[in-house]
C-alpha cells in the first residue's frame, strides 16, 4: 500500500522560509510523477507544483513561480518543497499526491489518486 508522509509545516512571519517534505513508502518511487497542492481555509484545493518521475520540469502554479523549489531524491524516496519569501495568502494545508499510473505526468489535478494527509503552513503578517 503507497503511503505518503508530509511534514515541515508550521507557522512562519511574512518572508520567512520552510521546507515541507514528503516520504513516500510501498512501492517503487522512481517511476511515479510527484505533486504538491494546497488548499486554504473555504477555498478549493490549487496545484502547487509538480516534477515528474525523471526529475523534469517543475511545474509551477504561476503565483508562486520564483519563490518555491520543488525538488525530489528517489534513493530517499522523497520530495520536497522549499518556500521562500512566504506570504500571508500562501497559508493553506499543504498536500503531496502521487499517481497510480507510473511514467505519467497528470495535466489536472484529477490525475493524482494517491494523497498525503497534509501539512499546516501558516503565514502571519
Known amino acids: 500500500q503507497v503511503r505518503l508522509v508530509e511534514s515541515g509545516g508550521g507557522l512562519v512571519q511574512a518572508g520567512g522560509s520552510l521546507r515541507l517534505s514528503c516520504a513516500a513508502s510501498?512501492?517503487?518511487?522512481?517511476?511515479?510523477?510527484m505533486g504538491w497542492f494546497r488548499q486554504a481555509p473555504g477555498k478549493e484545493r490549487e496545484f502547487v507544483a509538480a516534477?515528474?518521475?525523471?526529475?523534469?520540469?517543475?511545474d509551477y502554479t504561476e503565483s508562486v513561480k520564483g519563490r518555491f523549489t520543488m525538488s525530489r531524491d528517489n534513493a530517499k524516496k522523497t520530495v520536497y518543497l522549499r518556500m521562500n519569501s512566504l506570504k500571508p495568502e500562501d497559508t493553506a494545508v499543504y498536500y503531496c499526491?502521487?499517481?497510480?499510473?507510473?511514467?505519467?505526468?497528470?495535466?489536472?489535478?484529477?490525475?493524482?489518486?494517491?494523497w498525503g494527509q497534509g501539512t499546516q503552513v501558516t503565514v502571519s503578517s
Open positions: 510501498g512501492r517503487t518511487f522512481s517511476v511515479y510523477t
Open positions: 516534477i515528474s518521475w525523471s526529475g523534469s520540469g517543475p
Open positions: 499526491a502521487t499517481t497510480r499510473r507510473a511514467y505519467y505526468y497528470p495535466q489536472e489535478s484529477g490525475g493524482y489518486d494517491i
